[in-house]
């Protein structure tokens, strides 16, 4: 009788690693964000990158950051983008792993949604007042905060 494999990745591994290959579809040069979000019964229910909304062509609006016409006018983040793929009913009980700490209107939008506990993996604009919005905001409905413990596993996709 054979034993079973041990070294198998995690459950937190596996999804922020979906995660983190959903961000890296995103065609924005400065920032990408992957979110992926799971049942509590570990199937992944949906996934979203940031990103332009459908039919608006990404050589056809602007990428930068700063001026009159930037890309904050018309990107949609990885989370309200894995929110609104989601075709299955209602994420109440659901889990999203992101890859970049939600901003306040994700936030709404998670929390609207019924997903009751957020994975995120950086945190680098916790000082943000749109970040400090977040917390309060999730933090108030109840909405389970935790930070990916990296295990610092090398995993590699040869394509």
Partial sequence: MSTK????????????????LSGMRS???????????????HKILSMGYNGFPMGCSDDMFPWNREGEDNKYFYTTHSELNAILNYRGGSLEGATIYVTLFPCNECAKAIIQSGICEVVY????????ASVIAS????????????????????????L
């Fill in 121 to 128: 993996d950086s945190d680098k604009y916790a000082d943000t």
């Fill in 5 to 20: 494999r041990e070294d198998y990745i995690s459950w937190d591994e596996y999804f922020m690693g979906v995660a983190m």
């Fill in 27 to 41: 065609k924005d040069p400065n920032t990408q964000v992957g979110a992926c979000i799971v049942s509590a019964e």
């Fill in 135 to 158: 917390k309060k905001m999730l933090k108030a409905a109840g909405v389970t905060l935790r930070r990916y413990e990296h295990t610092g596993r090398n995993i590699s996709l040869e």
